[in-house]
Structures are given as structure tokens and as C-alpha cells.
């Protein structure tokens, strides 16, 4: 079992920045690729950004390519998510989730997943 644990979102207006923080416990961290995925109201959850168990490979949606960059601290069991230029649009709650092998942007495809944290962007 893998634990996960996000923080850091909240309320920022148009244009502004959040970095979100997800904490792993339970097994050892850098056997597992790691990914943001976010949902709407309403909408499907869909993938943000995935990034490989060496920190090597990284992956993004279309939609925050540019604006978004994630990272991993294997020391720390930390995964990061450094949200420039945030659009009204990116208002979601955002997950944390955990799978092995190769990067997938399905998130069926993930096997653990943290609680959510809610992000909020004002015009």
C-alpha cells in the first residue's frame, strides 16, 4: 500500500502561481511514477502532468503545457506541482496518484491516490 497525501492548494487569482505538494508513505517512493490528475464539477478527472520514478521523463496535458511543471524529491517521498499562470479554468480539485512501470495519462490506470486538494482561480 502507498499512502498519499496532498497540500498546498487554495484561492489565487488570474495569473497567479500555487505549487502543490503530495507526500508518499508506505512503500518505497522512487519504485513508482508519479502524476497529477484534477477534476471539475461536473466534468471527468482528468491527467495534468506525470513524471517517471528517476525524475528523468516528464509528461503534460496540452492544456498546462508551459504554465505547469512537476517534480519529485525521492529523498523527501515528495512530488511536486509548480502551477504558473493559472486560468480560471484550472479551478479543480487536484489528486496525487501512484502507479509503477511507464507513464499513463488514464486514470484507471493509476493504482493509488491521495484525498484531493482543492484549487480555486479567480478572474
Known amino acids: 500500500q502507498v499512502q498519499l497525501v496532498e497540500s498546498g492548494g487554495g484561492l489565487v487569482q488570474a495569473g497567479g502561481s500555487l505549487r502543490l505538494s503530495c507526500v508518499a508513505s508506505?512503500?518505497?517512493?522512487?519504485?513508482?511514477?508519479m502524476a497529477w490528475f484534477r477534476q471539475a464539477p461536473g466534468k471527468e478527472r482528468e491527467f495534468v502532468a506525470a513524471i517517471i520514478r528517476s525524475a528523468g521523463t516528464t509528461d503534460y496535458a496540452d492544456s498546462v503545457k508551459g504554465r505547469f511543471t512537476i517534480s519529485r524529491d525521492n529523498a523527501k517521498n515528495t512530488v511536486f506541482l509548480q502551477m504558473n499562470t493559472l486560468k480560471p479554468e484550472d479551478t479543480a480539485v487536484y489528486y496525487c496518484?501512484?502507479?509503477?512501470?511507464?507513464?499513463?495519462?488514464?486514470?484507471?490506470?493509476?493504482?493509488?491516490w491521495g484525498q484531493g486538494t482543492q484549487v480555486t482561480v479567480s478572474s
Open positions: 496518484a501512484a502507479r509503477t512501470q511507464f507513464i499513463r495519462t488514464t486514470a484507471a490506470s493509476y493504482d493509488y
Open positions: 508506505g512503500r518505497t517512493f522512487s519504485n513508482y511514477v
